[in-house]
């Protein structure tokens, strides 16, 4: 069975941080890309960032500069380390596994709000 388990979410301010956390059961780690996506109250779930087993990354643009995405094999965990906050990235945040030609997994999500 296999379980994603996010935290770190919370309330900031304006250009503040916020660390989010996802903690992987299973065996999927050595198996799956793992992203970070979002999805804001009345919008479509977006990608915000993802890396590969061997740590590739990728983002999208509203992340670029702003968010860090990293994993730890070891732990079966991986990071998205936000800064310089916004109003507009305030959603809930959601972990998931990516492998191409199977299913996606995803956490429960974690929601984190910018406001002043």
């Known amino acids: 069975q296999v379980q994603l388990v996010e935290s770190g979410g919370g309330s900031v301010q304006p250009g503040g941080s916020l660390r989010l956390s996802c903690a992987a059961s299973?065996?999927?780690?050595?198996?799956?890309?793992m992203g970070w996506y979002r999805q804001a109250p009345g919008k479509q779930r977006e990608l915000v960032a993802t890396?590969?087993?061997?740590?590739?990354?990728n983002y999208a643009d509203s992340a670029k500069g702003r968010f860090t995405i990293s994993r730890d094999n070891a732990e079966n965990t991986v990071y998205l380390q936000m800064n310089s906050l916004k109003p507009e990235d305030t959603a809930v945040y959601y972990c998931?596994?990516?492998?191409?030609?199977?299913?996606?997994?995803w956490g429960q999500g974690t929601q984190v709000t910018v406001s002043s």
């Open positions: 998931s596994a990516l492998r191409v030609g199977y299913a996606n997994y």
């Open positions: 299973g065996s999927i780690f050595s198996f799956y890309s």
């Open positions: 890396i590969t087993i061997g740590g590739d990354t």
